[in-house]
């Protein structure tokens, strides 16, 4: 028998000393389902972000507050834990500090190599175009405003600007000549919007592709596993509706998988990777890669015998991952409101449940500043298009308030 499948993984008792710890770097919502499923195979869970009650840290046993971009605090953090692994669920860290926690014998998921180049998207896009030569839109960076007018006259437009870090489209423009920001516009969003990479940016050709999917990618100890294609829709760059599985052939499918191993291998590691493609008639090309579960990603709690951040867990504690199966079709859409508060209340959940074959995630954000994305609805059925649109009307039905906090105090 193969070495790979004799292997033995052994997982201690949470808060005991023999327990089995992770590091969970980000707490969000898609922090929260990982932790879920750490805490049914009893691992001890440590929590972290840069805000209290975060959704992760609702469900973990040990929560911490700190700056993850700060190295020398993230470090102590480490050394005070003493993780067994540490898993990122956000592109704001020091990498440095993974680099040297992984000196020390610390398993950082999938690596710290990995972590570093998909943090910003100039490692990852010169990885992908320029060492392992795979199909990407024209792309330029630029470090300055006069760069940045450059680069837009190069790549011409419509184009799309995108600061080298961020998420959930925070600062990400596209420049055409009837509508969109303005080149200076987007050049101080992207300024003010983009993380711990702001004055670079990414000047993207605006390809006019037929349709774009995620292609979930497991590493796992018995090798690379897929899961079926999910397509999405995005507004302003951040995932709205997503859907599994995206219809496409098997020949543009084969395609889809070949890149997605030669990027996932080239970042190596074990867990889930969200590849990113665009999809123009038979050709494919590489967008971006995140080695964590993906948003778009949150469909495979309905439609999958494996959710996505199973599959993650699975992968990155060493336990071999089956076959994945597809059990039914589904949607999930997004519940996303704009506002200021710290009370947050939700009415109309019953909408959700009156309905067979739906499932419902209220992330339990403490507050919102803004734009924020609060839950997802989540609905199978025996077609994806019926799914999208049960899921898309009862996302509609949830009514948020804020409430007034003066009614609370004594």
């Not at 500090?97 to 100039?122: D, H, I, Q, W, Y």
């Not at 998420?167 to 080149?183: D, Y």
């Not at 995140?290 to 309905?302: K, N, Y």
Request: proline share 4%; charged share 25%.
């Amino acid at each position: 028998m193969s070495e790979k499948f004799k292997k033995m993984i052994s997982i201690g008792t949470p808060l005991k000393k023999n327990a089995t710890r992770v590091m969970l770097l980000g707490s969000g919502e898609l922090g929260k389902e990982v932790a879920i499923e750490l805490s049914k195979l009893g691992v001890e869970i440590h929590a972290c972000d840069s805000y209290p009650n975060a959704p992760a840290m609702q469900v973990a046993q040990c929560a911490h507050v700190f700056n993850m971009l700060d190295e020398r605090i993230l470090t102590s953090c480490i050394d005070e834990i003493k993780p067994d692994f540490i898993v990122p669920e956000v592109e704001a860290i020091a990498t440095n500090a993974l680099f040297r926690a992984e000196a020390k014998g610390c398993n950082v998921v999938p690596n710290a190599k990995a972590v570093s180049l998909t943090m910003n998207r100039e490692g990852i896009r010169r990885l992908a175009a320029e060492e392992l030569n795979l199909p990407t839109s024209k792309y330029l960076f630029a470090s300055t405003e006069k760069e940045f007018i450059e680069a837009v006259e190069k790549i011409g437009t419509p184009c799309i600007v995108k600061p080298i870090m961020s998420s959930s489209g925070k600062g990400q423009s596209c420049i055409n000549n009837n509508s969109g920001l303005s080149i200076g516009g987007a050049w101080k969003k992207a300024q003010v919007e983009g993380r711990a990479g702001a004055g670079k940016v990414i000047v993207e050709e605006r390809i006019n592709f037929d349709y774009e999917i995620t292609l979930l990618t497991v590493r796992n100890r018995l090798g690379t596993s897929f899961c079926e294609p999910i397509g999405h829709k995005q507004v302003d760059g951040d995932y709205i509706h997503s859907w599994q599985p995206q219809p496409m052939s098997n020949e543009v499918l084969e395609k889809a998988k070949n890149i997605a191993q030669k990027v996932t291998d080239a970042l190596g590691g074990h867990g889930i990777f969200g590849v990113e493609l665009f999809i123009k008639g038979d050709e494919v090309y590489f967008s971006e890669v995140s080695p964590r579960p993906h948003d778009t990603g949150l469909v495979t709690i309905i439609t999958q015998d494996q959710s996505e951040f199973e599959l993650h867990t699975k992968a990155f504690l060493g336990l071999p991952v089956a076959e994945i199966r597809l059990l039914q079709e589904g949607a999930s859409s997004v519940i996303k409101t704009q506002g200021k508060s710290s009370l947050i209340k939700y009415k109309g959940l019953e909408q959700v449940y009156f309905e067979p074959n739906t499932k419902l995630r209220l992330f339990g954000k403490p507050n919102i500043d803004g734009k924020r994305r609060l839950g997802v609805v989540l609905a199978g059925d025996e077609n994806y298009s019926n799914a999208r649109i049960k899921s898309e009307k009862l996302s509609s039905q949830i009514k948020i308030n804020f409430e007034c906090e003066k009614y609370y105090k004594s």
